[in-house]
């Protein structure tokens, strides 16, 4: 779901053209000032890359680009993604180094009681004319970097500028640095909305976001119009990148955000390999505006990365679509584009295949989850009740119970004390050693724990069985395609390729990168 920007630019507006009258100053301050021996680090984030697609691709001699940054370094296949799994908040947890407890942003989807608002950055066409385009840009453009981002929590952009060193992004969702910039709004947006012409945003010192910020406006044409998706597309990306190459302008540390197979997943599911060799064929391109791929491991590291999996979801025929407001018939819902009210009792907040379902009444949550445990699509419904968290599973009614500080101890060194059923988060305990380990929902304890603590309000997690989705009225659906947001293996489990170093990060979880960045650039 990284493409929520350009789904509400293309389908609500079309497109214009604009002369872009406001220009960064990025080519002058992006360099790198640490001299030339220094290696730089591209991060590149593949939207929806999964293991299973690489591997595939190698083995029938598709991906000679990939297969290269393997063979020179070092291939994971299970390093652990954020929860939800969805793009704004894993771009929240890679650039922060921590889950949502920590950065503030519980989904692509969520309920805010400060502002008595359902915050939707852009779900799909049909959810966002119907929440309402203005708010959803207005979160997504100035409120989500601006403010729901935790302030206090420094990215990787503002541990590098106190550093004394140099950065960019390069169409990535979450951006915040300390360098000013100027997102340049058209005027076909301008219109049907209350938003300015120019909406002053903080970044890294280079900032690329489509045509909303393009510091190479006027030298170099990328991609960029209502076919190309407003730039954000991995040709816009990839071309950046060389042109920074060529002009020996990298920063220390680089950011680049490949959207383009996500859409294609999403469609056709996990299986389809479509994309997978003009992937690469875009990695070797960047590879050889080095002069060749042995020279661009010479001059930098490269890490790929993926940022969630994807679940197939089932065909239509197999009714794969759990629709939640029919659980909720004896309820006084929250209705897509409508205020709160005194009568609201429910609210919605719908993230694919995990959901957030907000208590406003005085029923207990767990009286909800009952409620919903008896639809038989559904995994487990999870809440907290203050220093613990529960979670019943779906049909069996089988129910867990943990929190922290206990005598077990996982494979992150986190502690915790667990009782009742271990089996609904498929939980290995070695009662004799204090020891447990995850099974089919990777760190589950600790990200369902950032998630239940992600922001204030009375909430379950739900998460459907693999195979469904959940959905509310207007939701985006995907049957016979993929699906991601829950906490399963296929859905949080992702590649990592390290190229150009030895190191390697600490633990494989998203939040690890972060740590294993500052440390590649720092050292």
Not at 204 to 217: K, V
Not at 383 to 399: F, H, L, M, N, V
């Amino acid at each position: 779901m990284g493409l929520f920007l350009l789904m509400i630019l293309i389908v609500v507006f079309g497109c214009q053209r604009q002369e872009i009258t406001h220009k960064e100053q990025d080519l002058v301050r992006v360099k790198s000032i640490n001299g030339e021996d220094k290696k730089k680090v591209i991060l590149l984030v593949v939207d929806s890359l999964m293991a299973q697609a690489i591997d595939k691709g190698i083995a029938q001699k598709e991906l000679p680009t990939i297969q290269f940054l393997i063979e020179h370094g070092q291939y994971s296949k299970d390093m652990v993604s954020s929860f939800p799994t969805m793009s704004v908040t894993i771009d929240s947890s890679l650039l922060t180094g921590r889950y949502p407890d920590g950065h503030r942003v519980p989904g692509l989807t969520w309920y805010s009681t400060k502002e008595k608002k359902l915050i939707n950055y852009g779900t799909g066409p049909m959810e966002v004319i119907k929440h309402g385009v203005d708010p959803v840009l207005f979160d997504a453009l100035v409120n989500l970097n601006g403010s729901h981002l935790n302030q206090q929590l420094p990215t990787i952009y503002e541990d590098l500028a106190r550093r004394g060193m140099k950065s960019g992004s390069i169409n990535g969702l979450i951006y915040r640095g300390t360098v000013d910039h100027t997102l340049t709004i058209p005027p076909w947006i301008q219109v049907p909305t209350s938003l300015p012409k120019t909406i002053p945003v903080k970044g890294p010192d280079y900032l690329a976001l489509g045509s909303l910020s393009d510091p190479l406006e006027g030298i170099k044409k990328l991609p960029d119009g209502l076919t190309d998706r407003m730039g954000l597309n991995n040709q816009f990306s990839i071309s950046t990148v060389n042109y920074l190459v060529k002009e020996n302008k990298l920063p220390d540390f680089l950011y680049v955000y490949l959207p383009d197979l996500d859409q294609k997943i999403h469609k056709n599911g996990p299986s389809n390999q479509n994309g997978m060799k003009e992937l690469d064929r875009q990695l070797q391109s960047l590879l050889q505006s080095f002069g060749s791929p042995e020279e661009a491991l010479n001059q930098a590291i490269f890490i790929i990365v993926g940022d969630s999996g994807m679940t197939q979801i089932l065909p239509a025929r197999d009714n794969p679509v759990i629709d939640l407001p029919s659980l909720f018939n004896d309820y006084k819902l929250l209705r897509q584009g409508e205020s709160i009210t005194d009568e609201t009792e429910i609210v919605l907040a719908v993230n694919e295949t995990m959901a957030y379902v907000y208590k406003l009444k005085a029923d207990k949550l767990k009286d909800i989850a009952y409620l919903l445990k008896e639809e038989p699509r559904i995994d487990f419904i999870a809440w907290k009740e203050q220093e613990w968290i529960y979670a019943i599973q779906g049909k069996t009614s089988k129910e867990i119970r943990f929190k922290t500080n206990g005598k077990l101890i996982d494979p992150y060194q986190q502690k915790w004390v667990i009782e009742q059923d271990a089996e609904v988060l498929d939980l290995k305990i070695d009662s004799q050693h204090h020891t447990l380990n995850y099974g089919q929902y990777p760190d589950v304890l600790q990200r369902l724990s950032g998630a239940l603590h992600s922001h204030p309000g009375e909430f379950l997690v739900v998460t459907a069985k693999p195979g469904y989705e959940l959905a509310d009225r207007n939701s985006p659906t995907h049957k016979g395609g993929g699906g991601h947001g829950s906490l399963g293996q296929s859905e949080s489990l992702i590649p990592l390729i390290v190229s150009g170093t030895d190191q390697k990060p600490q633990y494989l979880r998203i939040i690890d990168l972060k740590s294993f960045l500052l440390k590649l650039l720092t050292k």
